[in-house]
């Protein structure tokens, strides 16, 4: 049980495309959603919280504007990361935490790898 | 610094007993985690531990929580190639840096 679906795994643009990414739960109702990057080598920095029917709530430095996100039901997220560029190049991971409150645990997708060119 | 903080490496042998530590500072946190990451995948949740628990077994995993001193520790018995992966330490929302776990045949 507590499957997180990612998609796409794997995604190539040219600068100035927007990509959204999806992350799903298939087996479980995940009120909160999280959207991590990570650089090579390092460990997950946190983007954002998304919850279920409000607006996602932003960490310092992330540009809300640039990293739109939207959970409108409780088994999908999704990411879109606006008008991107080389330096958006990255490694995203989404997890999902159960609706039961805040000490679950987090389910995490398979990642995204984003790569512009 | 970082409020979870972890080695970043560790090398063993095919066989040997793993024993990767934390330090953490939350003393509210309910559970603490550990999570296993393969090359160009996401986390993996490998177990969990409630607070107030000083050892959880699950098969080859042996959790143990030293609330006092707010160290937990992940051992790995019998370590296979297969284990090699970066390990991550996990209050509820703040991560280790990750400790990379390489396993020598």
């Known amino acids: 049980g507590a499957v997180v679906s990612q998609h796409p795994s794997w995604v190539i643009c040219k600068s100035g495309t927007s990509v959204k990414i999806e992350c799903r739960s298939l087996d479980f109702q995940a009120t909160t959603m999280f959207w991590y990057r990570q650089f090579p080598k390092q460990s997950l920095m946190l983007m954002a919280t998304?919850?279920?029917?409000?607006?996602?709530?932003?960490e310092q430095g992330v540009e809300k504007d640039k990293f739109l996100i939207n959970h409108a039901s409780l088994t999908l997220s999704t990411l879109t990361v606006t008008s991107a560029h080389p330096e958006d190049s990255s490694f995203y991971i989404c997890?999902?935490?159960?609706?039961?409150?805040?000490?679950?645990?987090?389910?995490f997708g398979d990642g995204t790898r984003l790569s512009i060119l | 610094g970082e409020d979870v903080e972890q080695s970043l490496f560790l090398s063993v042998r095919e066989g040997d007993s793993s024993v990767i530590n934390c330090t953490y500072t939350d003393s509210s946190s309910t559970y603490l985690y550990w999570y296993k990451q393969e090359p160009g995948a996401g986390l993996q949740l490998l177990t969990y531990?409630?607070?107030?628990?000083d050892m959880k077994q699950d098969q080859r995993l042996t959790v143990l929580l030293n609330k006092k001193d707010k160290h937990l520790s992940l051992r790995i018995a019998d370590t296979q190639t297969g284990d090699s992966a970066i390990y991550f330490c996990?209050?509820?929302?703040?991560f280790g840096a990750g400790t990379r776990l390489t396993v020598k045949p």
């Open positions: 531990i409630f607070s107030n628990m």
């Open positions: 998304s919850n279920e029917g409000s607006k996602a709530t932003y």
């Open positions: 996990a209050e509820t929302m703040r």
């Open positions: 997890s999902a935490r159960y609706s039961g409150g805040s000490n679950q645990p987090q389910h």
